[in-house]
């Protein structure tokens, strides 16, 4: 689906102007939409692609879609899985700083970047969002988790927020607001969403998550709309301009998002936190638009990555 989109995506890039673009392994591009978002990314300075796999099947494709691969660099190594385990290396090595997915299935790269020896694990759990671009909203929008934790634990939670918090400083939003859904706003045992959702609050206000403003449990009307909230009662910093929506679990992040691209025609950006640099995760079905995106938010958060912290 290719939406106009409404400019949000675009301030992303107004940030990474003047950037140095970040030297990115890129794992098995080996299908068109790949191999041009990769390449269309390094001709932004976004990035310096790095080509991992057979490099026969990459100039093949390249020269049969007009793509100009001249002066990239190219690894050549057969296989997808190869292609991913090699894209890994080269960051453990840091000859990259950021890992893109190619047209290889996502279970390869995570598990590349999974590995216990050869991967690039940190003590921080995986997580999974989606940067939204939503017409009838006011900014970016973070989802997550909607990809890797099916039925994540409150202490899941706890890094999935951190991670998502961390990125949305990442491109400017000094104290990130998280909305953390369910299906109600009240604390009800028979329903374990809502007591993580409190637990969560709690656990921000003694500092066990940092740098964001946490309000929980919120049904998704409450959370993003602040007349909605009002007419339950509600009083929030977060109803009504959440940065982020921290879902009960995977089904529902899934569907929420979904929905917002097919229902809402949302553009989607995906990326993978958590370990030792972004990994940027997009689908085959995404606009360039997106997978730009994508890009944009990985670039700026490698640049923090580079600061030491204040």
Known sequence: MTHPGTGKYEKLLERCRGLA?????????????????????????LIVPILVGPAATIAEIAKAKGIDISGVEIIDVAGSQASAA???????????????????????????????????????RLSHVFLMDVPT?????????????????????????????????????????????AAVETVNSKMPATIDAASLCKMAERGQIKGGILDGPLAFDNAISRDAAKMKGITSEVAGDPDILLAPDLESGNMMAKQLSFLAN??????????????????????LRSRIASCAVAVLAAHARRQPPS
């Not at 970040?22 to 300075?45: F, K, N, S």
């Not at 949302?266 to 606009?287: K, N, Y």
Request: aromatic share 2%.
């Open 21 to 45: 673009p970040i030297p990115t392994a890129v794992a098995y591009p080996c299908e068109e939409t790949a191999l041009a978002g990769a390449i269309d990314a390094g001709t932004q300075g």
């Open 86 to 124: 090699k894209a890994v290396q080269l960051v453990r090595e840091g000859k990259a700083e950021l890992l893109m997915k190619g047209s290889l299935h996502s279970d390869e790269v995570l598990g590349a970047v999974i590995a216990r020896e050869t991967g690039l694990r940190t003590g921080r």
């Open 137 to 181: 909203y006011h900014k970016v929008l973070i989802i997550t988790d909607a990809a890797i934790n099916i039925a994540p634990t409150l202490e899941d939670k706890v890094d999935i927020c951190q991670n998502a918090i961390d990125l949305a400083r990442t491109f400017g939003v000094e104290r990130p607001k998280v909305a953390i859904l």
């Open 266 to 287: 949302a553009d989607s950006a995906g990326l993978v936190l958590g370990a030792r640099v972004p990994v940027i995760l997009t689908s085959r079905a995404d606009s």
